[in-house]
């Protein structure tokens, strides 16, 4: 049985969750995007980095393809923040780029295959991922859970709504 359809029906719903993202941050002034607008304090472009550290380079390049971490900023929660001096449009541009590896990963990997890079903390937050399939998943809950939040976000920095009710 091929996984075809799985990897057609998962990587649909996942890249349009990924075209809402940046969706959402189209217009928005370099201001906008690093405003703030929830207690919690992250941004629009903080949003943006950690969906590309956190979501596609780590659970694609360092899980699936078995990569290093090597890339990972300094800090605690560093993967939300966006140095003053960093032009926006590169913060995006490396999302754009953390999606074309990924989609290249996926392309080249059976979803039955299990992870190369397991790690022990998943056990430890209840989180079970035997195969690419449950990454995919997982990946595609996490970004439309922020494509949401920018949606938010987008509303009470300029009023647009993406869903208009």
């Known amino acids: 049985m091929t ?3 799985d990897r057609a029906l998962l990587t649909r ?3 349009a969750q990924r075209r809402h993202v940046l969706s959402q941050l189209d217009g928005l002034a370099d201001e906008q995007l690093r405003t703030a ?3 919690s304090g992250w941004t629009p472009l903080g949003l943006v980095r950690h969906l590309t550290l956190s979501d596609e380079r780590y659970w694609f390049e360092v899980v699936v393809a078995g990569g290093s971490l090597d890339y990972w900023p300094e800090g605690e929660n560093a993967d939300w923040h966006v ?3 960093e032009a926006a449009g590169d913060v995006v541009e490396a ?7 990924s989609d290249g990963i996926l392309a080249a990997t059976p979803l039955d295959a299990p992870p190369a890079r397991p790690e022990a903390w998943w056990s430890e937050a209840g989180m079970h991922f035997p195969d690419v399939r449950s990454i995919v998943l ?17 509303e009470s920095l300029d009023g647009r709504q993406y869903i208009v009710l």
Not at 95 to 101: L, N, S
């Open 3 to 5: 996984d075809e359809p």
């Open 13 to 15: 719903h996942l890249s």
């Open 37 to 39: 607008v929830l207690p």
């Open 83 to 85: 140095g003053d001096d």
């Open 95 to 101: 999302y754009r780029a953390a999606i074309a590896v």
């Open 138 to 154: 997982h990946v595609l809950v996490e970004t439309a859970t922020h494509a949401g939040h920018l949606d938010a976000a987008r």
